[in-house]
């Protein structure tokens, strides 16, 4: 079994910093693109940030030079570094995954979301 297990919300002030990181276990043949995506109270999903194989980065324009997406192949990891955090980026934050399993079919892949809430 492939799952994705987010970390790393909580309750930070305007102006503030956290870091979000996503683990993908289970029986993985390999990572493709991965994703965080946020969904705000009363607000539909949207995409945040990406990463490609290659290492293509992209970014919603809301969080251009704010947040800095990265991957630690290796440990299977994604991570969101986000600063100068602002009252509307509060959202549930999940990790998305493009994964190819040993033994399944299924392609995408979700976390189940950790919570970034920013107030004072």
């Known amino acids: 079994q492939v799952q994705l297990v987010e970390s790393g919300g909580g309750l930070v002030q305007p102006g503030g910093s956290l870091r979000l990181s996503c683990v993908a276990s289970?029986?993985?043949?390999?990572?493709?693109?991965m994703d965080w995506f946020r969904q705000a109270p009363g607000k539909q999903r949207e995409l945040v940030a990406e990463?490609?194989?290659?290492?293509?980065?992209n970014y919603v324009d809301s969080v251009k030079s704010r947040f800095t997406i990265s991957r630690d192949n290796a440990k299977n990891t994604v991570y969101l570094q986000m600063n100068s955090l602002k009252p509307e980026d509060t959202a549930v934050y999940y990790c998305y995954a493009d994964i190819r399993a040993r033994t399944s079919t299924q392609r995408d892949y979700w976390g189940k979301g950790t919570l970034v809430t920013v107030s004072t």
């Open positions: 289970g029986r993985i043949f390999s990572i493709n693109r």
């Open positions: 990463i490609t194989s290659d290492g293509t980065m």
